[in-house]
Structure formats: structure tokens, C-alpha cells
């Protein structure tokens, strides 16, 4: 089946960089648009980016400037290369995507959104 993987979450100080991977697999017929949204403990889940099928990306005010999003659509993948962290950008990361997949079910393309497991990102001060 289609699924949603995140990688490269970790600790850093504040002001560093890390950059996060999403790689979509399975049966898929086309990938839309593609985002990061981040959760924090206690904190509803916000968007951070996203990216669409055509390359257009929208940021979040609160990381406008210091976050990038972008995707390599050979390898399914997405990226989010965050500099300048700070300790208030702490939060367990979740990839989602927009897609084009074979359900399993009734062997047919169906459209729908996909969400990773997410990664954590810890930014120490």
C-alpha cells in the first residue's frame, strides 16, 4: 500500500539546521501537492508548508524566511530544510500528500491524502 515516511528529524541548538525527508512508495499513480505540518505537546497541529504538484509553495508566517520546502518528483520525495531553528519550532513533524494511488480494494486509482508517522525535531537552547 501507499505509504508516507519522514526522516532526518533529531536534536540541534538553537540556530541550527537539519533537513527533513518525506518519501511516498507504494502504487502510485501521481503525486498533487505535498506539506509539513508540525504538532507540539498541548498544541493543535499547524501547517508549516506546502508544495504543489506545479512547484508553488506556501509557508507559514512563523518560519517564513527560514524554512524551504521542495521536492523531487523522480523520487517521490519531499524535503524541508529548516535553518535558523529555534527552540519554539520543537515539535513532532508529519509529511502529507495529495495523491493518485491504487486502492488495493477495488484495484482502482483513488485520490486522497496521506499522512507519515512523523519525526521528531527537538531544538535545544
Known amino acids: 500500500q501507499v505509504q508516507l515516511v519522514e526522516s532526518g528529524g533529531g536534536l540541534v541548538q538553537a540556530g541550527g539546521s537539519l533537513r527533513l525527508s518525506c518519501a511516498a512508495s507504494g502504487p502510485i499513480f501521481s503525486i498533487n501537492a505535498m506539506g509539513w505540518y508540525r504538532q507540539a505537546p498541548g498544541k493543535q497541529r499547524e501547517l508549516v508548508a506546502t508544495?504543489?504538484?506545479?512547484?508553488?509553495?506556501n509557508y507559514a508566517a512563523s518560519v517564513k524566511g527560514r524554512f524551504t520546502i521542495s521536492r523531487d518528483n523522480a523520487k517521490n520525495t519531499a524535503y524541508l530544510q529548516m535553518n535558523s531553528l529555534e527552540p519554539e519550532d520543537s515539535a513532532v513533524y508529519y509529511c502529507?500528500?495529495?495523491?493518485?494511488?491504487?486502492?488495493?480494494?477495488?484495484?482502482?486509482?483513488?485520490?486522497?491524502?496521506?499522512w507519515g508517522q512523523g519525526t521528531q525535531v527537538t531544538v535545544s537552547s
Open positions: 508544495i504543489s504538484g506545479g512547484g508553488y509553495t
Open positions: 502529507t500528500a495529495d495523491l493518485n494511488g491504487l486502492d488495493l480494494a477495488t484495484m482502482t486509482s483513488r485520490r486522497r491524502d496521506y
